[in-house]
């Protein structure tokens, strides 16, 4: 369902020519839970950034669902990133005027959905991540953790083909990070597909496939430790 | 495009910034309630000139010497001393002729100013000489005594009726000035009358009256009027009086074509219109100044709603990165800046009617409140808003989302 070919993203400043994505392939399918690690400057922003349909590539395929993203227009991309991508930021990235509910309400507006619909899929939302009693509370009156979830609740909104979270763990202590990764895993066990841009290892872990990339170009891909994990937690 | 729920967005983003919401739309406020209180008062003034020239009577024609088109007094030819090309004959005539049908009453004046003593005191007023008729033709009305008739006028009497602003100034605690002498240039002449005082479009409040041939002969030595008042028949009339009275005035002077009158002929109609092109004029020209102050009013809205832009950078990186397309995030800013500047708007036109409230009463003007200043007020404000919001909206909406989403 996901399958990028030969992608290459080429950033000009000044006379520097960097590039950030080199010749990047491969196919992600349909409930896969895939972890996309490297060092920093390895180039997974950009990748997640051009899954994520926030920028197109200098060169290469992006396919999502037998779409070409590849050339598509501002308006189409944003249509893209409402009704295919489901994100989940590092910096959660909510509103903060807002309540829960208008949060993970705020795709569906987009989406042109009747309010009372919204609402009703918003606590629906809220529910699978735990947050039934947060609807009206603002973000700063919650957790790191729980703001992520309300952040999770909101990518799932529109119910999208992938969920893309960009280091979902990376502000929130361990106990609050498994938390939440247990979330994710649970979504894919439900059929979520899920990208998951990290890079720990530890998070890379629970993953069942884990590209690493480095100097923008695939240095593995390979099966998770995933059911290794699992077993060392029984 | 949910339009109500980004209305109920942009309330409590207004909401959260009071103080800079307050002051952004404090430019609008000014701009708009400026330009209400000036066009109130335009109006106001127009309608009490208005009144005040109807005042003088609406079927009345004033003959003026001196040709239409080169008045050395531009706009308002009203009695002035400027041409000597009338006379007492002339208006004899127009009384006259069996030709004119649609005149009733004709007046001469001639006016000029003169030392008038009583006692010890001592002015320099406006003296009118006048015929029989002129108390009639500019409604002036009697208070004591008598008026000027046809007899002292024939036989060059040396009686005077004075205004009751001179009787009080002039004839300071005399009671009744009937009888009393007063001495203009040195001649004396007694008071036979008192009129009220008049103080309408281009009169003077401080006039005595003498007969016409006295004041030509005895005061001034002068063969010619400054004016022939003529009064038609009735108010629908007037055109048709006009003409009457100014072939008869061409044959009597010896003038071939209208083109070459060596007098004009103007109405109360005419005056109003001129005057209300004045008034027209100045109100346009502070209404012009007022809405410098709402473009000043409108770039500070720019200015805002540029800061706010900047400011929340972030939250469009998310809205964008959520799926909101360039529509949704110029309607957005621009329902901000709409409504930022409807609501001073409002508050101006709530201003505006205080203030005009205020200055028409300290004038004594009538207060109009004309429902279509604010209907343009609120309308003006409205395309304030899209104009100077457009340009920030559009920025907004042209960010990257990513570079948005970094933006700290």
């Known amino acids: 369902m996901i399958e990028v070919k030969d992608l290459t993203k080429i950033y000009n400043s000044g006379e520097i020519e960097t590039r950030a994505l080199d010749g990047v392939s491969f ?27 926030l920028d197109s590539p200098t060169s290469g395929e992006y396919i999502l669902n037998s779409i070409n993203v590849k050339d598509m227009g501002e308006d189409e991309l944003a249509g893209i990133r409402n009704k295919e991508i489901g994100f989940v930021f590092q910096a959660y990235n909510l509103l903060a005027r807002n309540s829960s509910v208008k949060n993970v309400s705020l795709p569906m507006m987009y989406a042109e959905i009747p309010k009372k619909e919204r609402y009703e899929k918003a606590v629906e939302a809220l529910k699978i991540v735990g947050l039934s009693d947060k609807h009206n ?17 909101r990518a799932l ?7 893309l979270a960009d280091e979902p763990t990376g502000n929130l202590p361990t106990r609050q990070s498994d938390e939440i990764m247990d979330i994710f895993d649970d979504l894919n066990k439900k059929g979520h597909t899920v990208i998951v841009i990290t890079h720990e290892n530890e998070i890379a872990a629970r993953a069942k496939r884990v590209i690493t990339l480095v100097d923008g170009k695939i240095l593995s891909d390979k099966k998770g430790k995933h059911e290794r994990i699992e077993h060392a937690i029984d | 495009m949910q339009l109500i729920e980004l209305f109920e967005e942009s309330i409590s983003v207004l909401k959260t910034n009071r103080l800079r919401t307050g002051l952004s ?50 706009f308002l030819r009203t009695s002035s001393n400027g041409g000597t090309t009338l006379s007492y004959d002339d208006a004899e005539a127009i009384a006259e002729s069996q030709r004119i049908t649609t005149i009733d009453k004709v007046a001469a004046v001639y006016t000029s100013n003169a030392q008038a003593s009583y006692g010890a005191n001592n002015d320099n007023i406006q003296i009118s000489g006048v015929s029989e008729n002129y108390f009639e033709l500019r409604n002036i009305e009697l208070m004591l005594g008598r008026l000027i008739t046809k007899q002292d006028d024939l036989l060059v009497q040396k009686n005077l009726v004075i205004s009751s ?18 001495r203009l240039n040195g001649n004396a002449f007694t008071v036979v009358g008192v009129t009220e005082s008049t103080s309408g479009f281009g009169q003077s409040s401080d006039v005595i009256y003498t007969p016409l041939t006295t004041a030509q002969n005895v005061l001034f030595g002068v063969n010619h009027v400054s004016s022939i008042y003529v009064g038609a028949i009735d108010e629908n009339l007037m055109e048709e009086a006009e003409n009457q009275l100014g072939f008869l005035l061409l044959e009597l002077h010896g003038i071939e074509t209208p083109d070459d009158a060596d007098f004009s002929i103007s ?28 473009i000043v009013g409108g770039i500070g809205i720019m200015n805002i709603m540029l800061v706010t832009v900047t400011e929340r950078t972030r939250e469009i990186g998310i809205r964008k990165a959520l799926g909101a397309k360039r529509k949704v995030i110029i309607t957005q800013f621009l329902i901000e800046s709409v409504l930022l500047t409807i609501v001073g708007g409002f508050m101006g036109v709530i201003l505006g009617l205080g203030i005009s409230t205020l200055l028409t009463n300290m004038m004594s003007l009538p207060n109009t409140i004309s429902i279509i200043s604010i209907g343009i007020a609120v309308a003006v404000s409205c395309v304030i808003g899209i104009v100077f919001g457009i340009y920030p909206a559009q920025k907004a909406s042209k960010l990257q989302p990513i570079e948005a989403l970094r933006y700290e």
Request: a negative charge.
């Open chain 2, 165 to 182: 602003s001179v009787a009080e100034d002039l004839l300071e605690g005399v009671t009744n000035p009937v009888g009393e002498i007063i």
């Open chain 2, 267 to 294: 109405s109360q109609g005419d005056i109003l219109e001129t005057v209300g092109e004045v008034t027209q004029t100045f109100t346009a020209l502070l209404t012009g100044i007022a809405a410098i102050s709402l």
């Open chain 1, 137 to 153: 509370n603002a973000p700063n009156e919650l957790s790191g953790g729980q703001k992520q979830r309300v952040a999770i609740a």
């Open chain 1, 157 to 163: 909104s529109m119910n999208p083909s992938i969920l």
């Open chain 2, 25 to 74: 739309a404090l430019g609008i406020i000014i701009g708009i309630a400026s330009v209400i209180a000036l066009m109130t008062l335009g109006q106001a003034s127009q309608q009490s000139v208005t009144e005040k020239v109807q005042s003088l009577g609406a079927n009345l024609l004033t003959v003026s010497p001196g040709s239409q088109n080169s008045s050395p007094h531009g």
């Open chain 1, 27 to 53: 196919k992600i399918k349909k409930g896969e839970f895939v972890a996309i690690i490297g060092p920093s400057g390895s180039g997974k922003s950009t990748l997640m950034h051009i899954l994520g349909a």
